[in-house]
């Protein structure tokens, strides 16, 4: 006679379904209004399941994060690869790509402005995190800026850092048919001939 066994998920699979349940809660709610229990309702998974992947919710919100990261900088090299050593397109694709995402309905603005905001202590990981990120921003656009040949690299780096958090701001404002939206790209272009003339 067979006993019956208990079906246990394997690590790396638990963790992604649990992952896949926090990021849409995370993103879609924020952080702070979803629970663990919703987490474990979404993911159709036990408790003790979570606890085991992740020992805390800090650590779960640090993996979501961690995954918001690679989407970014994923997201990122693909739009670069269009235009291989040629910045000024690089960047222009990067804008173009971003007023697409921006104009979808299923766009939250930006996870990490989102999270910096549900974190206001600069000494929580979370935050500390979401720095980090946007210190490799400001380093990646000043080298674009750089290789552009700005007379001011790295006041145009801020400046389309501002361009960029403006946008997902003014998604989350005006909602995402925004007419400011869709002339983005056409103002990045302005910006950046006008920044190397």
Known sequence: ????KRT?????KAQEIILNAAE?????????????????????????????????????????????????????EEGLSWHPEKPREQLIQFFSDLAARASSDQFRGCCFINVAVEFPDTTHPVREMVCAHQKRIQ??????????????????????????EGTYADSQTYGTNSVAIRMLPSIVEKLLDSAIR
């Open 8 to 12: 246990r998920i394997p690590r790396k």
């Open 139 to 164: 380093d990646a656009f000043l080298e674009k800026t750089t290789l552009l040949g700005a007379a001011n690299p790295t006041e145009l780096a801020y400046t389309l850092i501002l361009l960029m």
């Open 24 to 76: 849409e809660l995370f993103y879609q709610e924020g952080i702070h209004a979803v629970s663990v229990d919703a987490v474990v309702e979404r993911a159709g998974i036990n408790k003790m399941s979570v606890y085991r992947q992740f020992s805390s919710k800090t650590d779960l919100i640090l993996a979501y994060m961690s995954r918001k990261q690679q989407a970014f900088w994923q997201e990122w």
């Open 1 to 4: 006679m067979t006993a019956n």
